[in-house]
Every structure is written in structure tokens, then in C-alpha cells.
């Protein structure tokens, strides 16, 4: 069983920066990918963003250019880097991994806040 556990998230102002970090547990082994999703009150979980085994990043077209997805294999942790921060990115955001095989990502984590608010 992976678990995952995201910290990192706050209060940041327009404009702002913050880095989100998920530190992974289990058998790695079986994880094709991993990534972020978030979900703001009302609205559908989006992907922000995963990565692949083999680096291959892909990014919603609301985060390009603004969020970076990171890892470190040997602490088996994934960094997102979020820059230049609006107010609609105000959401719960999730830490996701996806095993072999499989359409859909497995594993979530408890989610950490992110606002960003003047």
C-alpha cells in the first residue's frame, strides 16, 4: 500500500509563491506516475500536473508556465513549485500516484490547503 502525505500549503498574497512537497511510502516500485490535482469548493477535481517514470511532465493549461513538478527518488518525495499565484488557484491540492497498468491514479493523499488572498 503507497501512502502519501502532502504538506506546504497556506496563505499566500496575489503574486506569491509557495512549494507543496508529498513524501510517498510503500512499494515505489509499482508507480508509473505521479502528480497533483486540486479541487476548490463547488468545483471538479482538475490534474494539475503529473509526471512519469521517465520524467515526461504534462501540465493543465492554467499552471504552465507558473508551477513546476519535481521529484527526488531517493527520499521518494514530489515538489510542486507554484509561482506567481492567482486567487483561482485557491483549492484543496492533492498529491496523486498511479500504479502500472492502470487508467487512474490509486493513490491520493489528505490534501493541504492552498489560498491566495490579499
Known amino acids: 500500500q503507497v501512502q502519501l502525505v502532502e504538506s506546504g500549503g497556506g496563505l499566500v498574497q496575489p503574486g506569491g509563491s509557495l512549494r507543496l512537497s508529498c513524501a510517498a511510502s510503500?512499494?515505489?516500485?509499482?508507480?508509473?506516475?505521479m502528480g497533483w490535482y486540486r479541487q476548490a469548493p463547488g468545483k471538479q477535481r482538475e490534474l494539475v500536473v503529473l509526471?512519469?517514470?521517465?520524467?515526461?511532465?504534462h501540465y493543465a493549461d492554467s499552471v504552465k508556465g507558473r508551477f513546476t513538478i519535481s521529484r527526488d527518488n531517493a527520499k521518494n518525495t514530489v515538489y510542486l513549485q507554484m509561482n506567481s499565484l492567482k486567487p483561482e488557484d485557491t483549492a484543496v491540492y492533492y498529491c496523486v500516484a498511479g500504479a502500472w497498468g492502470e487508467d487512474e491514479f490509486d493513490y491520493w493523499g489528505q490534501g493541504t490547503q492552498v489560498t491566495v488572498s490579499s
Open positions: 509526471i512519469t517514470s521517465d520524467d515526461t511532465t
Open positions: 510503500g512499494p515505489m516500485f509499482s508507480i508509473y506516475a
